[in-house]
């Protein structure tokens, strides 16, 4: 954004030699504006909680479909998923999505 910010003001703005300067300014300051926004980017994925895949389910509720001894069916949201609990629940009883291992979800009574 510098760089293209600076080449208008060149070209369509500044006399020559300040249109120069303010081209050869904004050539050197661009490497600089893609380091921080990298930096402010990568910062903002890793505060931002995932809302899609496998980890978003983790932490949700789940009703029992099926019953889960050792494995069995849940509802999420509406959909199906494969469930496995090491404790065994049965229909209808409420369990938390405690973690994702392929298309199955590991589920925890609460």
């Known amino acids: 954004m510098i760089l293209l910010l600076s080449i208008y003001l060149g070209v ?3 006399d020559s030699p300040w249109s120069i300067v303010v081209i050869v300014v904004g050539c050197l300051l661009e490497p ?4 921080f926004l ?8 890793e505060r931002s909680k995932p809302v899609t895949g496998g980890e978003a389910m983790i932490g949700k509720r789940a009703e029992v479909v099926r019953e889960c001894r050792p494995t069995g069916t849940v509802r999420v949201d509406g ?25 199955t979800l590991l589920v925890a009574p609460l």
């Open 12 to 14: 369509f703005v500044l």
């Open 32 to 35: 600089v504006e893609i380091a």
């Open 38 to 45: 990298r930096r402010w980017s990568k910062r903002m994925g």
């Open 79 to 103: 959909e199906l998923w494969n469930a496995r609990s090491t404790e065994g629940v049965g229909p209808g009883e409420q369990v938390r999505v405690a973690g994702v291992e392929g298309l």
